[in-house]
């Protein structure tokens, strides 16, 4: 090619080239400013934006002092189809704001100006807010609904609120009075720590209120007398909610206090400081439907008036921008019996060690009362808590041998030890030698003879014994529960040496006190017992997350996950023979001190359980028991034997409960 036409070919670029560039009407540079405006705001930071008519240090400074109510909150913020003309430009800005439960949207219209080759954003306040003044700013105001009920069988109230009166110094009323001295003597009247409130009154303000304790108003031993004494010192009458006593049910139901830092910062905005939330148990797993979901109003008000001046305004002074209405929490509704939980806690009240007692209605499934002792440390044993049983699994035992066509009239063979590859098992201190030998499996059930049910080993698998307990709602799902609980684990493999611990209810299987009611109720009922707690754990208030309810819920633990395919559910004849030999506990086993209970005859299972590695070893206490329409598991940890030490505390709750 000749260097003529070489240079015609540069000069047509050139000439090209500069009729491109001279088609460009600036829109690409309008659109990244108007791009660079929207993600700005959005971070609320517009330090690096180009502004016309205010400096951007200041633009970036009123756009906070306009927001700050609003934080930790930041808008979505998109640029919308900007029109052009010439060396303007305008842009729709479309604001999305996450207030509450709700979601504030709406537009403003930001213009912008090409000057010296640079596009810049005009100024004006209702570039962040439509029609906003440049003396204005945001505030909120919010409204929270009364926290909802938790109902009893019936409707009864068991959380609700109830009359308490909050105890401390309100430093204000201390005139020259020496505050450490008066937070010492407070302190030692209502027994908190004197020098940990004695830090917390130096600490506050002189115009807090120190509160120091909260005392329910009904049965209060300190007396507001007692309290105006101690300069400084008052009473504030309030309401919260609160079960009957401190410790009804309180593992099961949780407890409500204001929400602590990291509840707020979990809550994804559905919390602010000062909001009330519930703290484990039902409390917290249905927050969101007895909370419900607090109002908000975002308002536009004149900057820098003082309380006093907002008072002579019309509205306070406050324009109204968006408004979230309140919505009230919804009650949560239980099967709890006020009045045999409260009966279950007094029972467990002199109890030292962890324990618990499940109650249960056997036709319905409903959980009557589940309670967990003092010695439990407010961890819900009865519901979560995870157990070898001991001698009360022979009940599932015996539903396997059963089903391999054995009766309660089949003779076994009780010898006083047996030895299974090494490991010598016996039965327990005081068996009866005349239950020794070549016995009914009825006698051998009465009096729990241990090497009878694992000499049956050979005719009962590992896999027979997880269908029978499945069979009885154990170690199953528990769809209608509506609570976190552990309803059990059975291995499905084991040999040798446990395979025989399972067959004694130890090794590596695991009841609650809860599934050991469920397994007493299934022989009552005739049919599989699927435990019922929450009636209504899908009625989340209308907005708000529906809980995460899970059906069965285990701590962590190394324990099997319940079983996929529960087995064939125990027939009614099967249940007839477990309950007669329940009924021979009572009748000539030794469980005989449940025979004066009142009302209909009483079936019962013992079981004492080893663990830990002591010689001799600790063992757990059980007892479960069917009593008409009421099936009932009580469980002491380190307990001793179960008909000595957990067979009392059944009968005095059967008694009570009539």
Request: aromatic share 4%; charged share 20%; hydrophobic share 40%.
């Amino acid at each position: 090619m000749g260097k003529i036409q070489k240079l015609s070919l540069a000069v047509a670029a050139l000439v090209l080239g500069g009729s491109l560039v001279s088609c460009d009407d600036g829109r690409s540079g309008a659109e990244d400013a108007a791009r660079q405006l929207a993600s700005s705001v959005a971070a609320l930071d517009v330090g690096a934006v180009a502004f016309d008519g205010k400096d951007s240090g200041e633009a970036n400074d009123r756009l906070k002092a306009v927001f700050k109510a609003l934080e930790p909150a930041k808008p979505a913020v998109a640029a919308g189809e900007l029109k052009l003309e010439k060396d303007s430009a305008s842009v729709p800005l479309d604001y999305s704001w996450k207030i509450g439960a709700g979601e504030w949207k709406y537009t403003v219209t930001a213009q912008l100006k090409k000057a010296d080759g640079k596009w810049r954003t005009a100024w004006s306040p209702d570039l962040l807010v439509p029609g906003l003044a440049e003396t204005e700013v945001l505030g909120t105001a919010a409204e929270s609904p009364q926290r909802a009920d938790i109902l009893g069988a019936g409707g009864a109230k068991l959380v609700t609120y109830r009359p308490v009166v909050h105890v401390g110094i309100d430093k204000p009323r201390l005139g020259a009075a020496d505050p450490a001295d008066a937070a010492d003597k407070l302190a030692r009247l209502v027994g908190v720590d004197p020098g940990e409130y004695a830090k917390q009154v130096a600490a506050s303000g002189p115009e807090a209120f120190v509160a120091a304790i909260t005392l329910r108003q009904a049965g209060r031993t300190v007396t507001d007398q007692e309290i105006a004494a101690i300069p400084g010192a008052r009473a504030v009458a309030d309401t919260m909610p609160l079960a009957p006593t401190r410790n009804f049910a309180r593992a099961l139901l949780g407890t409500v206090g204001e929400a602590s830092a990291e509840q707020i910062e979990k809550s994804g905005g559905a919390l602010t400081a000062g909001d009330t939330t519930g703290t484990g148990g039902l409390q917290q797993q249905y927050d969101a439907q007895l909370r419900g979901t607090s109002g908000i109003q975002v308002f536009a008000q004149t900057e820098g008036l003082t309380a006093e001046q907002r008072k002579e305004l019309p509205d306070k002074g406050r324009r109204v921008l968006f408004q979230e209405p309140m919505k009230p929490g919804t009650a949560l509704k239980t099967t709890l019996d006020p009045r045999l939980q409260q009966l279950a806690e007094d029972v467990l009240d002199k109890v030292d060690p962890a324990s618990a007692i499940v109650a249960l209605r056997p036709s319905s499934g409903a959980v009557l009362a589940a309670a967990s002792g003092p010695g439990s440390n407010g961890y819900d044993t009865a519901m979560l808590g995870q157990y070898a049983p001991g001698s009360i699994f022979k009940i599932v035992d015996s539903l396997a041998m059963f089903r391999n066509g054995m009766t309660p009239d089949s003779k076994v063979d009780c010898p006083p030890t047996l030895t299974v590859d090494g490991r010598t098992f016996k039965n327990a201190e005081g068996y009866p030698a005349t239950s020794l030998g070549s016995v009914t499996l009825r006698d051998a059930f009465a009096h729990s003879c241990n090497t009878a049910f694992i000499n049956a080993r050979g005719m009962v698998s590992q896999a027979q014994l997880e269908s029978a307990a499945t069979s009885l709602g154990v170690a199953v799902e528990a769809p209608s529960l509506g609570a976190a609980a552990f309803l059990g684990s059975v291995p499905g493999e084991a040999e040798g040496t446990e395979h025989a611990a399972s067959m004694i209810g130890q090794g590596k299987v695991l009841l609650s006190p809860l599934s050991a009611a469920v397994m007493a109720g299934s022989v009552a009922k005739g049919a599989p017992v699927s435990p019922q707690l929450v009636l209504n754990p899908n009625a989340a208030a209308e907005g708000a997350a529906t809980p995460s309810a899970g059906p069965t819920a285990s701590p962590t633990s190394s324990a099997p996950a319940p079983a996929a395919a529960p087995g064939k559910p125990v027939t009614a004849a099967e249940a007839a023979s477990l309950a007669d030999m329940m009924r021979a506990v009572v009748t000539s086993g030794h469980a005989g001190f449940l025979a004066s209970v009142p009302g209909a005859p009483v079936g019962a299972k013992t079981g004492t359980a080893e663990f830990g590695k002591d010689n001799p070893p600790k063992t757990h206490a059980w007892i479960v028991a069917v009593h008409g329409d009421l099936a009932v598991a009580v469980f002491v940890e380190d307990g001793g034997l179960g008909a000595t030490t957990s067979g009392p505390l059944l009968k005095e709750f059967l008694t009570g409960a009539g």
